[in-house]
């Protein structure tokens, strides 16, 4: 007999939040019960988890100790209250917040890259979901580090709106239309205009120059990859994309790899598609392969020009699905196939 696990899905209904149910029931996870939970729900809210219809419950009032496993996919605010009291009942949490990312006691997880990471979860209760845009460019990285050992990185980003939640996607739907019939728009959840437009500024701009998102995606790097030194330089732009962060890296080893090398490593790893061309069209892009799928696509794989050990890459995935919602699932297959 399989066994099972009653799991609650705190956000469940934010954009990652309904990916987790999706992806929960697609994968057939073993669950006994589910709970879909919200902080703020007027007692009419619901939410799809595979065939069926789930009603959204509080959180204030949910007792955690009916269930073994939390996947919070909700905000900072929401995690940083409800964590703790998940665990304290004697629950596991998956958080897909910042919140508990860089505590010591706390493992930061991609499945495809640490997954002997998830044991430390005895020591807080709690396992941490990077950025989407560290998790799939990390499951890049990872069997080009395996093969000849990262010493630098520098990446240019391109993140979808869907990275800043719903109010994302409708301020550029809104603003798209706005233009579209010659209307004027007022930006309100970003500093600038976003439809029709990209802006290097994803996050609080720090004392150095860097924005928070970049600042995270260097420690998170650096902690899952187990790397404390490496040397990590991003820049994050958002751009006019709905859903599928981009990435245009650029890498440098310990030993030189060639493209062709780089190329065949990339083809057996785990989760990992290759589709490099050099034709018209020969590569992925957010809205045509990304989106809906579970795949971290790669192309452009070309040996660097203005370094003997570099290599340039453009990697591609779903950021709410694989990113995020796909991460948090797989950590919890790992965890109860595993450890519970």
């Given at each position: 007999?399989?066994?099972?696990?009653?799991?609650?899905?705190?956000?469940?209904?934010?954009?990652?939040?309904?990916?987790?149910?999706?992806?929960?029931?697609?994968?057939?996870?073993?669950?006994?019960?589910?709970?879909?939970?919200?902080?703020e729900?007027?007692?009419?809210?619901?939410?799809?988890?595979?065939?069926?219809?789930?009603?959204?419950?509080?959180?204030?009032?949910?007792?955690?100790?009916?269930?073994?496993?939390?996947?919070?996919?909700?905000t900072?605010?929401?995690?940083?209250?409800?964590?703790?009291?998940?665990?304290?009942?004697?629950?596991?949490?998956?958080d897909?917040?910042?919140c508990?990312r860089?505590?010591?006691?706390?493992p930061?997880?991609?499945?495809?890259?640490?997954?002997?990471?998830?044991?430390?979860?005895k020591?807080?209760?709690?396992?941490?979901?990077?950025?989407s845009?560290?998790?799939?460019?990390?499951?890049?990285?990872?069997?080009?580090?395996?093969?000849?050992?990262?010493?630098?990185?520098?990446?240019?980003?391109?993140?979808?709106?869907?990275g800043t939640?719903?109010?994302?996607?409708?301020?550029?739907?809104?603003?798209?239309?706005?233009?579209?019939?010659?209307?004027?728009?007022?930006?309100?959840?970003?500093?600038?205009?976003?439809?029709?437009?990209?802006f290097?500024?994803i996050?609080?701009?720090?004392?150095n120059?860097?924005?928070?998102?970049?600042?995270?995606?260097?420690?998170?790097t650096?902690?899952?990859?187990?790397?404390?030194?490496l040397?990590?330089?991003?820049?994050?732009?958002?751009?006019?994309?709905?859903?599928?962060?981009?990435?245009?890296?650029?890498?440098?080893?310990?030993?030189?790899?060639?493209?062709?090398?780089?190329?065949?490593?990339?083809?057996?790893?785990?989760?990992?598609?290759?589709?490099?061309e050099?034709?018209d069209?020969?590569?992925?892009?957010?809205?045509?392969?990304a989106?809906?799928?579970?795949?971290?696509y790669?192309?452009?794989?070309?040996?660097?020009?203005?370094?003997?050990?570099?290599l340039?890459?453009?990697?591609?995935?779903?950021n709410v699905?694989?990113?995020?919602?796909?991460?948090?699932?797989q950590?919890a297959?790992?965890?109860?196939?595993?450890?519970?």
């Amino acid at each position: 007999m399989i066994k099972t696990y009653n799991v609650a899905v705190v956000g469940a209904g934010s954009l990652v939040g309904e990916a987790i149910l999706d992806v929960l029931a697609k994968r057939k996870f073993p669950i006994g019960k589910i709970y879909a939970l919200e902080f703020e729900t007027d007692g009419e809210q619901y939410v799809d988890f595979g065939h069926k219809t789930l009603d959204v419950e509080s959180v204030e009032d949910f007792d955690f100790a009916s269930v073994q496993l939390a996947l919070f996919a909700s905000t900072e605010s929401v995690a940083v209250n409800y964590v703790p009291k998940a665990v304290a009942a004697g629950c596991i949490v998956i958080d897909d917040s910042a919140c508990f990312r860089f505590d010591a006691d706390v493992p930061l997880v991609v499945p495809d890259v640490n997954p002997h990471a998830i044991a430390g979860y005895k020591q807080g209760g709690i396992i941490a979901n990077p950025g989407s845009m560290v998790s799939q460019m990390l499951v890049a990285l990872k069997p080009l580090h395996d093969a000849a050992t990262l010493t630098r990185l520098n990446v240019a980003t391109y993140q979808a709106v869907s990275g800043t939640g719903r109010a994302g996607i409708n301020e550029l739907a809104h603003q798209t239309a706005q233009l579209l019939n010659a209307r004027p728009v007022e930006p309100e959840l970003y500093a600038k205009q976003i439809a029709f437009n990209l802006f290097p500024h994803i996050g609080a701009f720090q004392d150095n120059g860097y924005t928070w998102e970049e600042v995270k995606m260097v420690q998170e790097t650096r902690k899952i990859m187990g790397l404390p030194e490496l040397g990590v330089n991003p820049t994050a732009v958002r751009v006019p994309v709905f859903f599928g962060h981009s990435a245009a890296i650029h890498l440098e080893t310990e030993r030189k790899l060639t493209a062709a090398e780089a190329t065949e490593l990339l083809r057996q790893a785990p989760g990992v598609v290759v589709l490099d061309e050099r034709v018209d069209g020969g590569y992925p892009t957010p809205v045509t392969e990304a989106v809906n799928t579970d795949a971290v696509y790669v192309s452009r794989i070309r040996e660097d020009i203005s370094c003997a050990s570099g290599l340039d890459l453009w990697v591609v995935a779903d950021n709410v699905r694989k990113g995020a919602a796909l991460n948090s699932v797989q950590i919890a297959e790992i965890l109860v196939r595993d450890y519970l």
